[in-house]
């Protein structure tokens, strides 16, 4: 029985920030694979700036030197929105005898109990839950925590779904929005530091000419 996560999210571009925090997680946590789930309609935020197809390549290019690290295109061909749940009922009849490990923020942690079907949820995958810079943890994440809190990676090995393990992650001071207004600028260096850009993902949104207003 292997240890699988997931990590969801827009990357709208992918950066340093998600990559550093996805090897973490892999490591950290023990994950034999860490699958990045682009999403394709988040049901809670805008509408992503540029295709489908385009932020599934970035994040390809951004993955490859890592073969832990795996890109799942299982929510872009929706044409709806993607709720977690739904993708995790698909992913447990995918690997019905692996554990599944769900990566999620503290912003989502705090206010997960107004996810779509947040209790079914935690009957389908374990949750990792990441630091973010500028969110503490609230009086719903204590509830939680209180709840389904784990305090060792064996408590998730022994379990199949159903513990929330709160990590203490490297903060990366970026953000895909960040990156964005450097381009539409045409200023990508006003943005964030050349170092926390992943460079054959900027040489594919040049390319492409991604982001340019």
């Not at 784990?150 to 709160?166: C, F, P, T, V, Y």
Request: proline share 7%.
């Amino acid at each position: 029985m292997a240890m699988l996560g997931f990590y969801g999210g827009t990357f709208d571009p992918i950066h340093q920030g998600h990559l550093r925090l996805a090897l973490y997680v892999r490591q950290h946590c023990q994950l034999e694979q860490l699958q990045l789930l682009p999403c394709h309609l988040p049901p809670h935020r805008a509408h992503p700036g540029v295709s489908s197809e385009h932020r599934a390549a970035m994040v390809e290019l951004a993955i490859a030197p890592y073969p832990a690290l795996q890109l799942n295109k299982l929510e872009l061909g929706k044409h709806s929105p993607s709720y977690t749940v739904e993708t995790l009922e698909i992913l447990r009849r995918q690997y019905p005898n692996d554990t599944l490990c769900f990566v999620i923020g503290m912003d989502s942690l705090c206010a997960f109990t107004r996810w779509h079907r947040y209790q079914d949820i935690l009957s389908l995958c374990h949750l990792l839950v990441c630091q973010r810079p500028g969110y503490a943890e609230n009086a719903e994440a204590t509830m939680l925590l209180q709840n389904y809190g784990a305090q060792s990676i064996n408590e998730l090995q022994n379990h199949r779904a159903g513990k929330i393990l709160l990590l203490q992650n490297p903060l990366f001071d970026i953000s895909a929005s960040q990156i964005r207004a450097g381009l539409q600028q045409n200023e990508p260096q006003q943005g964030p530091s050349p170092a926390l850009q992943i460079p054959a993902v900027m040489a594919y949104i040049q390319q492409h000419g991604l982001y340019q207003v």
